[in-house]
């Protein structure tokens, strides 16, 4: 399978498809990216230069971006194809038969998909076998997680072709070994959803309060190591075995006690007002703020030597 990028195609124009398109044009790769909606190609071009500038790569680049309407004729000449569609299973089955007869039996097929296996629409293929997730995490050029998730006939070359290529785009794949709903990360972030939602149904918290525990809180560690080896760090010289011995019991009784909230209307308003208050219009400042920020965190990992390895494919 291909893994090294000198063309890329990516399907689909929103901002998944647009932020994957800038990633690789900022890498110097040139980029087909198609949508059938002429609208959408429009916003792209746009949207795309916008992150090159976020970026610092240079406007120049622009020039390797190339528009279609049709899926087939982006992925013609690519060694790459990443979908980034709508999550529909009917979508993804007819398109990406469309891009199986498209392309050389040796370019990757990937997904975007947040939530499906590549099973239950690579057996739309002549090749299955090239068919996989690469799910990346919002915003993709910024940031560097990737979920590769291979399928019931996903060959073994095809996912070390996904995870060599995701390096090269320099982001961080990690490989997920069974198929989910949700993969992996969508399913910790549910998990914490569940609690918060919960805890706001019940009025132990507001919802400002709850962003304010998360990200004054255990998000500043997690965003450095993750749970795992913070929670190890948290146990001193006897580190996670301590951590277990004593914290574990009281944490399956937490764990008895988590909630199962139901997404009444009541809820849903109560966490629309309340996240509407906290923000207060200012939505689209604090999104460029959090992008910057999350630039300069980056960068504060790597020069302290935190940033995470390179996930593999065993």
Not at 185 to 196: C, I, P, T, Y
Request: glycine share 8%.
């Amino acid at each position: 399978m291909r893994s090294d990028l000198h063309t890329v195609a990516v399907v689909g124009a929103g901002s998944i498809g647009c932020s994957w398109a800038a990633l690789a044009l900022a890498h110097g790769i040139p980029v087909h990216l198609a949508d059938p909606a002429a609208t959408a190609r429009d916003r792209a071009v746009e949207t795309v230069r916008a992150h090159l500038t976020a970026l610092s790569a240079s406007a120049d680049l622009m020039d390797g971006l190339h528009l279609h309407a049709d899926p087939a004729e982006a992925a013609a000449t690519a060694d790459l194809v990443i979908e980034a569609g709508p999550e529909r299973l009917d979508f993804k089955r007819e398109l990406f038969a469309a891009l199986d007869a498209a392309t050389e039996p040796d370019v990757v097929l990937a997904s975007s998909s947040s939530g499906f296996g590549p099973s239950s629409f690579q057996d739309a293929c002549r090749h299955p076998e090239r068919v996989v997730v690469t799910h990346p995490f919002n915003p993709p050029h910024l940031v560097p997680l990737v979920e590769v998730v291979g399928g019931t006939s996903t060959a073994p070359e095809t996912i070390e072709a996904a995870m060599t290529s995701m390096r090269q785009l320099d982001r961080r794949p990690i490989r997920v070994r069974a198929e989910l709903p949700g993969h992996v990360v969508n399913r910790l972030q549910a998990a914490l959803w569940r609690e918060a939602y919960d805890l706001i149904g019940r009025g132990a918290i507001s919802v400002t309060d709850l962003d304010l525990a998360v990200s004054n809180g255990p998000g500043l560690r997690w965003a450095l190591l993750g749970p795992i080896a913070t929670q190890h760090l948290s146990g001193g010289p006897g580190g996670m075995a301590h951590v277990l011995e004593h914290l574990g019991p009281p944490m399956v009784d937490w764990w008895a006690d988590l909630g199962e909230p139901e997404l009444t209307p009541e809820l849903t308003g109560r966490l629309v007002s309340g996240v509407t208050t906290e923000l207060a219009g200012t939505e689209d400042q604090v999104r460029l703020d959090r992008d910057r920020a999350l630039q300069e965190l980056l960068a504060l990992k790597a020069r302290l030597g935190l940033d995470p390895s390179h996930g593999d494919a065993r």
